[in-house]
């Protein structure tokens, strides 16, 4: 399989709880913000999304929290399941006009059963 | 389906040799970027491109080469110059100010 997150901080849940993993983003000016959840070997799928005009955003099961004054973005996964089990990374984008967007280096969520 | 294809999906390359991944989209986007993606790392920009025709220098471009002829497509070359060029490469488009599609990804590995 990819090598891919090795070396990643890890966080590991107990099947059904909630699962926060948190990413701190680099730029204050930064308007637009993504979550991602990569699978071993796979390209990343979008999770969830969320505007600098907002604080938090629900989605099916996925909560993203946004608090701008520490530069802190947070993604709640609620009842974890064996199939979240995956890399987890946050992406800004800068607003610069270029598109050039920054990743955070991810988290790995192990789901136990 | 729209989307981003990537090929191939494994790569080997000789010492010397020059490699050519493909990306495809259909999702009729202006954007499109190379990433390249380490153990440990945060995606890192190779090259990008907003329009057709026009192609810019990401934050490790060393050793890689790009073109955008068509809107659909953006491959990209790595070059024997590219000192240490396994890795796992992934493909991105975006319209805009938004979500920004990934495929699927290539890995490259150096023999």
């Known amino acids: 399989g990819e090598s891919v997150g090795l070396h990643l901080p890890t966080l590991s849940v107990q099947e059904g709880d909630n699962s926060i993993i948190n990413c701190a983003y680099s730029n204050s000016a930064s308007d637009y913000f993504i979550w991602y959840k990569q699978e071993s070997g796979k390209g990343p799928q979008f999770i969830i999304d969320i505007r600098s005009n907002m604080d938090k955003r629900q989605g099916q099961r996925v909560t993203v929290l946004l608090n701008k004054t520490v530069k802190h973005l947070s993604l709640q996964i609620a009842a974890t399941q064996p199939g979240d089990s995956a890399v987890y990374f946050c992406a800004e984008n800068p607003n610069s006009g270029t598109y050039k967007y920054i990743f955070g280096t991810g988290t790995r969520l192990k789901v136990l059963a | 389906d729209g989307g981003i294809t990537q090929s191939p999906k494994y790569l080997f390359r000789k010492e010397g040799q020059n490699v050519t991944l493909s990306c495809e989209q259909n999702l009729n986007h202006d954007a499109m970027y190379w990433y390249r993606q380490d153990p440990g790392q945060g995606l890192r920009l190779i090259y990008y491109?907003?329009?057709?025709?026009?192609?810019q220098k990401g934050d490790i471009a060393e050793g890689y080469s790009v073109s955008r002829e068509k809107k659909e497509s953006f491959p990209l070359t790595v070059t024997s110059a590219q000192k240490n060029p396994t890795a796992f490469y992934l493909c991105?488009?975006?319209?805009?100010?938004?979500?920004?599609?990934f495929g699927e990804g290539s890995r490259l590995t150096v023999l």
């Open positions: 991105a488009s975006t319209l805009g100010s938004g979500e920004l599609f």
């Open positions: 491109s907003q329009i057709v025709n026009d192609f």
